[in-house]
């Protein structure tokens, strides 16, 4: 069994969360917010058996479309020390999705 992490734009949540439901996949959803732009995002947890999981990426590939967004406040741009701070507002590419995949040692419903 995998557990997918998927932080996906608030835009594509709901109609996500439809079509895997529909499918029969277990969603959580979680308000969080992205540490770059600072505002909100959505990431959802979904554990899948191993023989439904291409599927279920599949599904999260095609409902997450990649969008341009301003960052209007100041942002420092590139990480760590060597990072650079920008004061002005830049474009930035958003998406579709950030996936993380975990392998799942254990899955209890008590
Ligand atoms: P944010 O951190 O708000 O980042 C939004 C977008 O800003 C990113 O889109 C990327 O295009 C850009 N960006 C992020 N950090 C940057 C930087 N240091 N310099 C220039 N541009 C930067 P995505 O890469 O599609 O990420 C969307 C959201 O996914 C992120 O929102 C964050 O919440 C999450 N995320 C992305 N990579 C992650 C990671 N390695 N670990 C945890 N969360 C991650």
Redesign the pocket.
């Known amino acids: 069994m995998k557990l997918i992490i998927a ?1 996906v ?1 608030d835009e594509d949540a709901s109609r996500l969360i439809s079509n895997l439901m529909n499918e029969g996949y277990g969603v959580t959803k979680l308000a ?8 909100g ?1 959505t ?1 959802l947890l979904v554990g899948v058996d191993d023989n439904r999981f291409d599927a279920c990426m599949a599904i999260i590939e095609k409902i997450c479309k ?1 969008r341009k ?1 301003i ?1 209007t406040s100041p ?5 760590g020390t060597a ?1 650079m701070y920008s004061p002005y507002p ?1 474009e ?7 996936v ?1 995949v975990v392998t799942v040692d254990q899955f209890v419903k008590f």
């Open positions: 932080i734009q969080t917010t992205g540490g770059f732009l600072k505002s995002n990431t990649s967004q960052a942002v420092t741009m590139g990480g990072g830049i930035v590419t958003v998406g579709g999705a950030t993380f």
